[in-house]
């Protein structure tokens, strides 16, 4: 059982940057994937980024590519997720997740979910 809490969230002009992190409880953190991913008012939930356990890969979709950076420190029990040249398009509620296994993108497989920080972008 794993669970996760988000923040760092907040309000930001355009370019400006944030970073998100997400504490886990647990000894296991270690094993786990984590992504992050985020959901917009009226749209479906989004992939974002996601890490594997170990964090020597990392995966990111296109629209955050070159932008954004997951990243993890086991010991801390925490990953991170920092956003650089914040758009208005990036207002959501972002949210972490935990899976085992290998990371995805896919919504459905992730196990464990935390509670969601908003991140609002004006232009």
């Known amino acids: 059982q794993v669970q996760l809490v988000e923040s760092g969230g907040g309000l930001v002009q355009a370019g400006g940057s944030l970073r998100l992190s997400c504490a886990a409880s647990g000894r296991t953190f270690g094993s786990y994937a984590m992504g992050w991913f985020r959901q917009a008012p009226g749209r479906e939930r989004e992939f974002v980024a996601a890490i594997i356990w170990s964090g020597g890969s990392t995966y990111y979709a296109d629209s955050v590519k070159g932008r954004f950076t997951i990243s993890r420190d086991n010991a801390k029990n925490t990953a991170y997720l920092r956003m650089n040249s914040l758009k208005p398009e990036d207002t959501a509620l972002y949210y972490c997740?935990?899976?085992?296994?290998?990371?995805?993108?896919?919504?459905?497989?992730?196990?464990?979910w935390g509670q969601g920080t908003q991140v609002t972008v004006s232009s």
């Open positions: 997740a935990a899976k085992t296994g290998g990371p995805t993108g896919n919504v459905a497989l992730y196990d464990y």
